[in-house]
């Protein structure tokens, strides 16, 4: 009992299901798939590259046995005391004896023509008789052009093979010297349909089929119908020339199909041959195995499908389910996945994550108090700021008022400053709507009027009504219009000028305070800003400008607060940023 209660509660983990599902499934019928293909296709290429070869060899060898026999004939054959007569004497003797010679060399040069295949015809040309002997006839005027071609001078590659007007030769001139013209030559014409003949004969595969290139004279021999493949085939021998691969074998792409490529250069012919088979062609040894593989492949599908839903199940639902429950928390819904009944890696997943949630619930929750009490505390610390001064010299005013009987501006006076500290006195809000914070701040320059007359000019900006629902921590602009007051308007000996201001975007509100004070220098402002940045740092500093600015960033984050610029009215200009997205009616 206990034994089968062990095996209910092992189960194999995911990374063991996969790998049990994958070998015990796929491995088998892929390696046998693969030993089936790789070794039908190895052998056959491998017989067919070999077949190519041997074929190149012996037609090569044959080749090269069949020109080199009758550059050796041509000589032995043709070069006798007859064809140098009629050569340079043969406008001088007799017509018999002419007709005499020239049958000489007729009997000669038709033991040259019936001694190869190849062979289609053997002529002489003699230039002082202007005429061309055959092994048929001699009553011949020589062709010019086709002279000139098979001089010894136009032959600079000294291949024994010249290509001219789709027709191939070996030639022979006398004498041997490139520079000076021939006194007789005598060339021996092969068989060009002959060649082709034997190139396609070479291979016995359909479709299959052999040509014979010079590069340097650029010629081709094939009886290939495709003119796209003998290109090709010739790009391909160039390069391979240009690497000093003289033989070898490849698989080349015509159009759309491969074919399997064999060649040789034949150093005397200064050619290379190249026999090329369809791919196609050549597997059919192989065909028995295509059931085999259509079956593996039949079969594969329906495990590429098991697989698919085997992974799905395992891996990608419960997957998903923690992946919603991280974006749940992103958008700050902290709750705990319900129903974990899993006892795989997912479930241990699952656990912590919940334990992690609970967690994290918990310490946001005690951030969050401690921000509003460290919030709450630094507005307290700056209503116990309020300057006994400001107090003294509000009843000072309201007692010279008095004296002076200007009881309408006292009862005024005395109305600002009952607002006044009512606003600072109360604490039963962190914040409050801006047209609030905004209607202390003119109250607090009310103050200021009676007390400098109208020295100092304020300016406010009109607050759009809906702007002035958005609520903002309390006491945030009244710190610093008293510092301007304080620091710069209030010691001018001319008169001062103050203009509140703001700017709105999709997310942000910014306040602008600007002063004409002539006091502030680029120092002043430089360890302004410095001593903002530094404000986190230094919470014994009670300071109205860095209380404000630190509890703006308590309330907004590190994005937000205070920053100091010159203003364009030549005192200190103060920049206070606000969230929109995180205020609100």
């Avoid at 500290?421 to 109360?426: E, K, S």
Wanted: glycine share 4%; hydrophobic share 40%; net charge neutral.
């Amino acid at each position: 009992m206990v034994d089968l209660n062990r095996m209910k509660k092992w189960r194999p983990t995911i990374f063991v299901k996969l790998m049990l599902t994958f070998i015990s499934v796929l491995a088998p019928l892929y390696l046998l798939t693969l030993a089936i293909n790789e070794s039908g296709s190895n052998s056959i290429r491998r017989e067919i590259s070999q077949s190519l070869a041997s074929r190149n060899d012996f037609y090569l060898n044959m080749l090269d046995l069949e020109v080199g026999r009758i550059v050796r004939m041509l000589p032995e054959y043709a070069v006798d005391n007859d064809l140098r007569a009629l050569s340079t004497t043969g406008d001088s003797i007799a017509d018999y004896e002419k007709v005499e010679d020239i049958m000489g060399i007729q009997k000669r040069i038709n033991l040259i023509k019936y001694n190869s295949i190849y062979i289609q015809e053997v002529r002489a040309y003699i230039p002082l008789l202007r005429r061309t002997i055959l092994t048929s006839t001699f009553e011949t005027s020589i062709d010019e052009a086709e002279f000139e071609a098979l001089q010894l001078k136009n032959n600079k590659e000294g291949s024994p093979l010249i290509y001219w007007n789709d027709r191939l030769f070996v030639s022979m001139q006398y004498p041997s010297i490139s520079t000076r013209s021939p006194v007789f030559q005598v060339s021996v014409e092969l068989s060009v349909d002959k060649l082709k003949h034997t190139l396609q004969e070479m291979i016995s595969i359909p479709q299959g089929n052999a040509v014979l290139f010079n590069l340097n004279q650029e010629w081709t021999l094939s009886n290939e119908s495709e003119p796209s493949i003998p290109e090709a085939l010739r790009n391909y021998l160039a390069m391979q020339r240009q690497q000093g691969l003289l033989s070898g074998y490849d698989t080349l792409k015509f159009g759309k199909s491969p074919y399997l490529v064999s060649y040789r250069y034949s150093s005397m012919l200064d050619c290379y041959l190249a026999s090329y088979v369809p791919e196609r062609d050549i597997i059919g040894p192989i065909s028995k195995y295509q059931h085999w593989i259509l079956g593996i492949s039949i079969l594969s599908m329906f495990i590429v499908l098991f697989f698919s839903i085997s992974i799905f199940r395992m891996i990608h639902r419960p997957l998903k389910g923690l992946i919603s429950a991280f974006k749940r928390m992103r958008t700050g819904d902290i709750r705990p996945i319900a129903n974990v009944g899993r006892h795989d890696e997912f479930g241990y997943l699952y656990k912590a994550y919940n334990e992690t949630a609970v967690h994290l619930k918990t310490l946001i929750q005690e951030n969050y108090e401690q921000k509003i009490h460290s919030q709450r505390s630094e507005l307290k610390r700056l209503q116990s700021q309020i300057n006994p001064h400001f107090l003294y010299n509000c009843f000072f005013v309201l007692c010279r008022l008095i004296k002076s009987e200007d009881l309408e501006l006292a009862y005024r006076f005395c109305l600002y400053v009952g607002d006044y500290f009512q606003f600072i006195t109360r604490d039963d809000a962190d914040e409050v709507p801006l047209e609030t914070e905004m209607k202390h701040a003119r109250t607090y320059v009310d103050i200021q009027k009676v007390c400098f007359g109208g020295k100092i000019v304020v300016e406010f900006d009109t607050l759009d009504v809906v702007l002035g629902k958005i609520r903002v921590p309390r006491l945030i602009l009244q710190p610093i219009v008293e510092n301007i007051y304080k620091h710069a308007v209030s010691k001018m000996p001319n008169d001062g000028k103050v203009w509140i201001h703001m700017e709105h975007t999709s997310n942000d509100l910014t306040i602008y305070m600007e002063d004409s004070g002539d006091k502030l220098t680029d120092r002043d402002l430089e360890l302004l800003n410095q001593k903002l940045k530094l404000a986190v740092n230094h919470i014994d500093d009670t300071t109205g400008i860095i209380n404000v600015h630190r509890r703006i960033q308590i309330r907004y984050g590190p994005d937000y607060g205070l920053t100091m610029f010159r203003s364009d009215l030549g005192g200190l200009r103060v920049a206070i940023k606000l969230s929109v997205a995180e205020g609100g009616e």
